[in-house]
């Protein structure tokens, strides 16, 4: 038979151990409803950049009929910094997105950017565009070699180009991004695309020509190192 003493022993033994299974339930919980809360928080976040590529992309289409019919620059919205330059079309892959000028991390999340420098969409050398990879260029990565783009200029023409080369590269090959003799189009965005952190070394390099039965096409994606 137990003692008071030892009665007193077991009892405060016994309501240890449920205060510690109580803790760690609770902490578990704790952690649980973090991981819950965070994501939800990224989720959030992915589906706004989502929402706000597709709102911009409306607002910038009506901006660029006006452009078109003008011929004179539109601004999307009062504020812009940037405005519509050229239309891209993959008419093989429904890709259809509107290109701004420059191509700072504040243009790219509303649109494919032109990079200052290259040539201009249309004219003869190298043009080259980026856009993130899980919203307006989300469709190069279904882009093989020999498919069509087009990229429609303020003046109403539309340029045909014809994919030639699908290239994985580091962000530090700036060979690629140097002049051409051909009209050529070259587009960017980050690698892999299945990515969770943004960013990164690595870079997805489409590039297209204006039709030239003399130019030797590459049917699988090259890496650069």
């Known amino acids: 038979m137990r003692t008071r003493a030892q009665l007193s022993a077991w009892t405060l033994s016994a309501a240890v151990r449920e205060a510690n299974a109580c803790g760690r339930k609770s902490i578990a919980g704790f952690a649980s409803g973090l991981l819950l809360l965070a994501a939800a928080v990224l989720f959030g976040h992915g589906a ?5 590529a597709s709102l911009a992309q409306i607002l910038l289409r009506r901006a660029w009929a006006k452009t078109v019919d003008s011929g004179r620059p539109a601004a999307p919205w009062p504020w812009a910094d940037t405005w519509p330059i050229a239309r891209l079309r993959a008419p ?3 890709g259809d997105v509107i290109v701004l000028a420059g191509s700072s991390g504040r243009t790219l999340a509303f649109g494919p950017g032109h990079l200052s420098g290259t040539a201009l969409p249309g004219e003869p050398g190298n043009c080259v565009l980026s856009a993130h990879r ?69 870079r997805y390099i489409v590039r297209a020509v204006s039709p030239n039965p003399s130019f030797a096409l590459s049917s699988n994606p090259t890496f650069v190192p």
């Open 48 to 52: 706004w950049i989502y929402a706000k």
């Open 134 to 202: 899980d919203t307006q260029f989300a469709f190069l990565k279904s882009l093989i070699v020999g498919d069509l783009l087009e990229l429609e200029t303020s003046d109403g023409h539309r340029h045909s180009y014809r994919v030639y080369d699908r290239r994985i590269a580091r962000e530090t090959q700036l060979d690629l991004l140097e002049t051409t003799t051909d009209a050529t189009l070259t587009l960017v965005t980050c690698y892999p695309f299945d990515a969770i952190r943004p960013g990164g070394p690595l």
């Open 92 to 94: 093989g892959l429904r």
